[in-house]
T-cell receptor, first 114, second 116 residues
């Protein structure tokens, strides 16, 4: 079974802090994704990556950056956290660029910015 | 551009009754379609997908979905609902022409509540 592990289930940070959210997958997947989930807004794609050191902006990249130095790890960075970034963050991975491959999700990090 | 709509925020059914969770999509080419389920405090889990072929797709936990190209719909169904089916359901679409790394567009989700 594919396992996508997010380093923290719950995280509380202060406004202006630099925040790192880590995600690791164990199935050698090429593609990795970061989403935020807010009530009534569904899943919104922040960034994705299809290879090591490659990244592409999703629908809401402002205020975020990402890093993918190793294939199995995809980090989301909040450069200067703000209260409107309080949300549930979900990481996902999928195999190759195969269009029919589903995404596998971690259990999420619930981030609160005070 | 691709988009997906789940017209119902909430669906309520009684245990043992059939359930339907609706999804419509828009793509410029042909679609790949997915359903996922999310239980409280968990990530999304893949249920089923439509790629090509038979319009009726069977998936996990007794769920199935029917692809209707003329109506651009991909409704999720189950003949007999269980209380344990209560969860948040997401429909997702990819345009075959979109080569962006398996990137899908998700609907806003539908909360299914099955009452005993």
């Amino acid at each position: 079974d594919v396992k996508v592990t997010q380093s923290s289930r719950y995280l509380v940070k202060r406004t202006g802090e630099k925040v790192f959210l880590e995600c690791v997958q164990d199935m050698d997947h090429e593609n990795m994704f970061w989403y935020r989930q807010d009530p009534g807004l569904g899943l919104r794609l922040i960034y994705f990556s299809y290879d090591v050191k490659m990244k592409e902006k999703g629908d809401i990249p402002e205020g975020y950056s990402v890093s993918r130095e190793k294939k199995e790890r995809f980090s989301l960075i909040l450069e200067s956290a703000s209260t409107n970034q309080t949300s549930m963050y979900l990481c996902a991975s999928s195999l190759d660029r195969g269009e029919y491959q589903p995404q596998h999700f971690g259990d999420g990090t619930r981030l609160s910015i005070l | 551009a691709q988009s997906v709509a789940q017209p119902e925020d909430q669906v309520n059914v009684a245990e043992g009754n059939p359930l339907t969770v609706k999804c419509t999509y828009s793509v410029s080419g042909n679609p790949y379609l997915f359903w996922y389920v999310q239980y409280p405090n968990r990530g999304l889990q893949f249920l089923l997908k439509y790629i090509t072929g038979d319009n009726l797709v069977k998936g996990s936990y007794g769920f199935e979905a029917e692809f209707n190209k003329s109506q651009t719909s991909f409704h999720l169904k189950k003949p007999s609902a269980l209380v344990s089916d209560s969860a948040l359901y997401f429909c997702a679409v990819r345009d075959i022409k979109d080569t962006n790394a398996g990137k899908s567009t998700f609907g806003d989700g539908t909360t299914l509540t099955v009452k005993p």
